[in-house]
């Protein structure tokens, strides 16, 4: 059963994986917005950072960039069959399935990194999986149809309006975000496979609050505004209007960048694992977090990974109060305490702690 | 021009450019009562329209499988598999979608045509099926609102570029102009040649910031307008004339402050008619004439001011009085969604879930059937006999259905400002509730404030979301004076039940130390008003309020107690209550928390 579960996802996979229909618009070419690109090549970078939220103003090209991020990731290596995408290289990860037939060895494939859209008014059955009808009814078996969470496995899932979407099914992808595994039982089924993916969300904050629970899990939290200087948003007009005119000609012309920029997510990944981080470092990043009373440690991890996955990018070796300046704010504006008496803005809370602690 | 003439001629000129280039410019606001104006414009519209182009009307409270595609129940029950269905919105694919009653529209219907507009198709993943179908719609939002409160979703109105305001339009202004579906076509085939100069984008960038327009979609969609302008009126490239009205019926209507230039002009409501025209600025009544005018000139900041004079008129007299005021407008609107709380038995339907009726939750037949009709082959055999039933449902196909309600929990807080408890430990009580109200805020909550004190109660602040209000008026209270507990208990109550009527859920924080000796009447009498203030906690209980009392005297009271259990509150003497603990046990009575999860 398990290996008809296996065909059936693959077949459905390649049809959700295929290329859209529409091009993209290329992430090299999105003018300004430097924090929120800078997120996410973070995240592109280290997926274990812990998703990014991207808040602010209408029309700054939130879903733009993160759909755009499809193109420019480079494509990782799966087992060829396996309806969940398992990485050959860590055998701890595997599936069920892939994991019994560990003794044999897996053919692979390199295939693009899953961007998926769960896309509002989504149902549980596809969030999750359920049982697949068509193979059921046409051959009488027990098939699993993997859910969005399996094909969003190893990539980013995308939730755009992400305070909007239903609280049953933000239960359910908090619990499979902490847990790195979706577990279902439903239909008489009773499956579970490794769900590990980066949460990406993106949403106007007048359209309402973001439960605190969710906030919390994602790693880094972006503002984005819209660009006031006349050039700046002329220059915004105009390549969205080339795009808009000749969308595959556009993007032919901006491919050595997107190239460029896939390069240097492939370097800053090979060099994570020997960037070094310095205790010294490790204890600035104690100290800004102390002085801004976040809760527990998940921001102060999250502040120096991302450091760390930043310097990475930069071709930097060593971790330095450069890199934490730049991401602090990033990492902490969402776990600050909320102090009604002081109306001052997260950021420039975050901002003054940074200039106190790290010195201007 | 008068400006119901004015306002018709935008509207018609509206019309044509959203017949012409309908995807690219994603549609138009239409602020209109029903009535023969409106009647006349979309049966206009729809003339000027190719035949087979698809024209849909959106039912308000369309649920999602109507909306966005699901399964086919007739279908897949007779063929005995899944059968989709597309939705509205994947059915008017290439065509336009009316949307009646814009303004009374959901946050997440919004929500889910503004990602249609984005993306120019349809995805869905519901009941078990993935779809995915092209949409390139446009939206024609009929926003029948009454007063600036209610708009349309501001999420949604952003990506339309175009508006139109129909009500100061009498019929007899409401002249058709000659422009005919011929001409559209013509338009329509000229327009991806139409071209573009750099000034020309700089000229819309500039004005869009200088009305403070602040989201970049609007200067693009006026680019588009523009464009459709130009291949309207027959020209290769876009001109002056096509900024201006881009400028007029994209950016205008958006402004939030007026060009610094403008401010100067003679009083707002006239400036439609004494700003005399830029030297050749048009006045296209009708079709204007077909013929190439040469781009406009390199001076970029020239063409920009001449754009931005132009539009500036086009500001509605409405908007500019607001913006003289130096009011914000447009930034407000929308973002009013608050809180929502799902419910089993209240509010607006949204949807459905898998879950077993009963328990207060309620049977969703169809999508039950739905869910149940794919298996009706399979399982046929499995039931067996003659006795079998049509359809065969079980226990993983029931879907109960969700309801969402404005969950608004209103917090009262009912503050003892007599003699005894003010002198002792009103300070701290005030504390107390400085620290519950600013929990209160990250909650989101309403408050309300009643003090009682001397011979009667007094409501200080009605419901209210401002934090600053409720503290200012915190600050303000004096202490002093009798106990008249029972009046507080009555004033509480009564809000309480305003706060439920409006389907609010009300939570009682009551602090005193329970030694009434004002009685309902405004009498003294120890005993008398300790009968009476018990009575009105009963009453209270019977309402089952969700309340805390918190007990402010130095000493802990047997008064307060036996008040706290004949109310069915929550005991909590102060001594012993940090602001944790005074956050706990007001939230441990919260029910929305909770409640949010139920269904």
Redesign the interface.
Known sequence: MRHEAALAASA?RG??RGVT??PLFPFSAIVGQDEMKLALMIAAVDATIGGVLVFG?????K?TAVRALAALLPEMRVIVGCPYACAPERPQGLCDTCREDSGKRHRTALVPVPVV???????????VG?LD??R???Q?VKAF?P??LARAHRGFLYI??VN?L???IV?LLLDVAASGENVVE???LSIRHPARFVLVGSG?P????LRPQLLDRFGLSVEV????E?AT??E???R??AF?RDPAGFSAAWSAEEAKLRRRIVAARRRLEDTAVPDAAIEQAARLCISLGTDGLRGELTLVRAARALAAFEGERTVTLAQLRRVAPSALRHRLR????DETVSTTRVDRAIAEVFGA | MTEPAAAWRDATLAAALLAVDPA?LGGIVLQARPGPVRDRWLAWFRTLLPEAMPFRRLPPGIG?ER??GGLDLAATLKA???VAERGVLADAHGGLVIVPMAERLP??VA??L??VL????V????????L?H?AAIALVLIDESASEDERCP??LT?RLALSARLAPVPLGEAALPAITADDIARARRGLGAVA?T?QA??A???T??AFGI???????LA?AAARAAAALSGRSAVGEEDLIAAARLVLAPRATRLPAAAEDDPPPDEAPEDTPPPEDAPAPDRAPETDDTPDPGPDAGALAELVLAAAAAAVPPGLLAALAGGGPTRAVG??K????K?SKLRGVP??T??GMPGGGARLALLDTLRAAA??Q??RRPATGGAAQPRISVRR?DFRIR?YRERSETTTIFVVDASGSAALARLAEAKGAVELL??DC??R?DRVALIAFRGRAAELLLPPTTS?VRARRSLAALPGGGGTPVAAGLEAAQALAEAVLRRGGTPVLVLLTDGRANVTRAGTGGRDVAEADALAAARRIAAMRLAAVLIDTSPRPQAQAERLASAMGARYLPLPYADAGALSRAVRTVQPAQGA??AA
């Open positions: 459905e049809h959700a229909s529409r103003d209408r029309g700054t090209g879903s859209d769960l896309p509002l008014g989504a149902t549980e059955d596809r969030v359920a009808i068509e059921a009814l046409a009488g149809e859910g969005l755009d309006e909007l239903e609280d049953h239960d439903r239909e008489g106007n007048e359209e309402g609050e505004a819209t660009p006031t006349l948003r002329v915004v007009v105009r969205r209007d808009e909320r102090n009604v008496l | 690219g999602d909306l966005l005995g598999r899944p946050p997440t929500a889910r503004a990602a984005d993306r120019r198709e995805i869905a993943e519901r009941d078990g099926l993935a995915r092209d501001a999420s952003e573009v750099d984008i700089e819309l960038c500039a869009a910031l602040a989201s970049l979609r609007a200067p693009s680019l929308g973002g969604a608050g809180v929502a799902s949204t949807g879930r898998p794919p298996w082959r399979l993983d969700r109200l600013a805020y990250v989101r934090l949010a999860h």
